[in-house]
């Protein structure tokens, strides 16, 4: 049974191109830059509402954040909240081997796999920025 719980969590795939865009500090203006001149702010808060997006809107925008576009197609409330939550944790506290085998059990979990995405992305949070703020001044 514990299957059938796991198959039918809700994923919403606008907030987490939200979680993703905020994560990297990019605001919706900045987003809508990158993906081109039919993008405006208005349409991406109505994209991050949306509870299914088309992969033909997803690819690009999983391109931007630097992201896999599975990220965000099936990312769950849940496992989202757990791997931002041990990310910033072990930052912050800069955990022992010990800690860290707390947070990542030995068994292989997809979701570990996130979060070293995670940290990559942090580390290039900067780069991005740098980019979309040289796109919007062009305009």
Known sequence: MAHAN???KKVHQGRNIKRFREMLGIKQDALATALGEEWNQKKI???EQKEVIDASVL???AIILKVPTEAIQYLDDDSAIRII?????QQEESPSTTAQ??????????FDKMVELYERIIEQ???TIDKLEQLIHKR
């Open 59 to 61: 690819a690009p925008i």
């Open 45 to 47: 808060s109505i994209l």
């Open 101 to 110: 085998a707390i947070h990542y059990p030995p068994t292989f979990n997809p």
């Open 85 to 89: 939550a041990n990310t910033f944790s």
């Open 125 to 127: 949070q900067q780069q």
């Open 6 to 8: 796991i198959a039918h």
